[in-house]
């Protein structure tokens, strides 16, 4: 009898300690920057459901902005020409409102994670034009009227500009030929058109920082306002490396398009520390190749998977830090800073631009607790400008 109550004890205690919320020792981020800017986290429908009750309790200490990562792409909403499926973002929208979270919309216009028949009639030949128009008007009816009042803020198009800053001939802009304007002024107007006063319309993208996307996106802006339609930001989506992009690119993005009036968010944060990363969506088909599946590579491309050496560790704090010390000289121009997941074990990173690897680009390792770049990112408005 004893025996076993010492052992029940014993699980009692073991259960106990792995229970507890693993509170970050150094503070909290939104409480850091509450007169700076919001602080986002993208999530997935996992965390919406509540079954890591230890990662929801940390997602809501540290963050007051929720991104969807992947529920609200038209794949998900609306994955065949007869099937909607807005459970998940249901779920997502109610959980944000909840805890009293602005709540983004991600994604209405964009080239991939749209399935074909977006573009495609039944048959599989091309829709034509006056057919695209209204796929894409119906879309957007659908979707932002669903989500009418629900969400604060739309990204309504995403990465429609080329690095060198024309449009990227993909996805609608493929479909619709043409240079690309015309599938974004309709995205802006549909949206405009169909959501309640109040909502946000954004424009999203990836390696802004480049002068010459730059430039293309401050053009796209600038012809969307122009023709009286309502742009109140655009997104930098800050996929970055321990070493790029320089801090002169990053500051002259954020006040270029500041300059237009628009609001500024860094949407999609992480920092990769794995070699031969840069913004994965750009080099990194090639790096999907199986050949770097092989033995040979691994050691060289997937070097910490057991774990993050102390010196890469020191790096990562002394990145971040680097990177919230421009965010926070340029907090009069931002209105959010949004991490691209809670945790390195949710971090897309892992499996791009090579699947399988271990990476490590977040504030909060897997197990929860926070690297150093926590402290480090904490500390910056502590010590001022
Ligand atoms: C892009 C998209 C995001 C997400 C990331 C990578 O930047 O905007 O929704 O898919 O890629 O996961």
Same mark, same amino acid.
């Given at each position: 009898?004893?025996?076993?109550?010492?052992?029940?004890?014993?699980?009692?205690?073991?259960?106990?300690?792995?229970?507890?919320?693993?509170?970050?020792?150094?503070?909290?981020?939104?409480?850091?920057?509450?007169?700076?800017?919001?602080?986002?986290?993208?999530?997935?429908?996992?965390?919406?459901?509540?079954?890591?009750?230890?990662?929801?309790?940390?997602?809501?200490?540290?963050?007051?902005?929720?991104?969807?990562?992947?529920?609200?792409?038209?794949?998900?909403?609306?994955?065949?020409?007869?099937?909607?499926?807005?459970?998940?973002?249901?779920?997502?929208?109610?959980?944000?409102?909840?805890?009293?979270?602005?709540?983004?919309?991600?994604?209405?216009?964009?080239?991939?994670?749209?399935?074909?028949?977006?573009?495609?009639?039944?048959?599989?030949?091309?829709?034509?034009?006056?057919?695209?128009?209204?796929?894409?008007?119906?879309?957007?009816?659908?979707?932002?009227?669903?989500?009418?009042?629900?969400?604060?803020?739309?990204?309504?198009?995403?990465?429609?500009?080329?690095?060198?800053?024309?449009?990227?001939?993909?996805?609608?802009?493929?479909?619709?030929?043409?240079?690309?304007?015309?599938?974004?002024?309709?995205?802006?107007?549909?949206?405009?058109?169909?959501?309640?006063?109040?909502?946000?319309?954004?424009?999203?993208?990836?390696?802004?920082?480049?002068?010459?996307?730059?430039?293309?996106?401050?053009?796209?802006?600038?012809?969307?306002?122009?023709?009286?339609?309502?742009?109140?930001?655009?997104?930098?989506?800050?996929?970055?490396?321990?070493?790029?992009?320089?801090?002169?690119?990053?500051?002259?993005?954020?006040?270029?398009?500041?300059? +237009?009036?628009?609001?500024?968010?860094?949407?999609?944060?992480?920092? =990769?520390? #794995? @070699?031969?990363?840069? $913004?994965? !969506?750009?080099?990194?088909?090639?790096?999907?190749?199986?050949?770097?599946? +092989?033995?040979?590579?691994?050691?060289?491309?997937?070097?910490?998977? =057991?774990? #993050? @050496?102390?010196?890469? $560790?020191? !790096?990562?704090?002394?990145?971040?830090?680097?990177?919230f010390k421009i965010f926070y000289n340029h907090r009069d121009q931002i209105?959010?800073?949004?991490?691209?997941? #809670?945790?390195?074990?949710?971090?897309?990173?892992?499996?791009?631009?090579?699947?399988?690897?271990?990476?490590?680009?977040?504030?909060?390792?897997?197990?929860?607790?926070?690297?150093?770049?926590?402290?480090?990112?904490?500390?910056?408005?502590?010590?001022?400008?």
């Amino acid at each position: 009898m004893k025996t076993k109550v010492l052992f029940l004890l014993a699980i009692a205690v073991v259960l106990s300690v792995s229970c507890e919320s693993p509170e970050p020792e150094a503070g909290s981020l939104k409480e850091a920057y509450s007169g700076s800017f919001k602080m986002g986290c993208a999530i997935s429908p996992f965390m919406v459901s509540g079954r890591n009750p230890q990662a929801v309790d940390l997602l809501l200490s540290q963050f007051n902005a929720l991104s969807p990562d992947n529920c609200m792409k038209p794949e998900s909403l609306h994955p065949g020409p007869e099937v909607w499926n807005f459970g998940p973002a249901d779920a997502y929208v109610q959980f944000g409102k909840e805890h009293g979270m602005f709540v983004l919309g991600h994604t209405l216009c964009w080239h991939n994670q749209t399935p074909s028949f977006f573009w495609e009639r039944p048959d599989g030949t091309p829709k034509s034009r006056a057919e695209l128009v209204e796929t894409l008007r119906s879309y957007i009816e659908t979707v932002v009227t669903h989500f009418a009042g629900k969400v604060d803020a739309w990204d309504v198009v995403n990465e429609i500009v080329a690095e060198d800053g024309g449009f990227r001939d993909l996805g609608w802009v493929k479909a619709f030929g043409g240079d690309g304007y015309e599938v974004a002024k309709l995205a802006f107007q549909f949206a405009n058109e169909y959501a309640p006063e109040g909502t946000e319309f954004y424009y999203n993208e990836f390696n802004v920082w480049r002068p010459s996307k730059l430039e293309g996106v401050v053009n796209l802006v600038r012809r969307l306002r122009a023709d009286g339609l309502k742009v109140d930001g655009v997104g930098i989506q800050a996929h970055w490396g321990l070493n790029y992009p320089k801090t002169e690119y990053i500051e002259s993005a954020i006040e270029q398009l500041a300059d +237009l009036g628009v609001k500024v968010m860094i949407t999609e944060l992480d920092v =990769d520390v #794995l @070699p031969i990363s840069k $913004e994965g !969506q750009v080099i990194g088909k090639s790096l999907q190749d199986p050949q770097y599946q +092989l033995e040979e590579f691994e050691e060289f491309l997937d070097p910490y998977k =057991d774990g #993050l @050496p102390e010196e890469v $560790e020191d !790096q990562l704090a002394a990145r971040y830090e680097e990177l919230f010390k421009i965010f926070y000289n340029h907090r009069d121009q931002i209105d959010r800073v949004t991490f691209w997941g #809670l945790h390195d074990g949710a971090s897309w990173k892992n499996g791009s631009p090579i699947p399988g690897r271990t990476n490590y680009p977040l504030l909060f390792k897997r197990d929860l607790t926070p690297h150093k770049a926590l402290e480090a990112v904490l500390s910056v408005p502590v010590k001022g400008e």
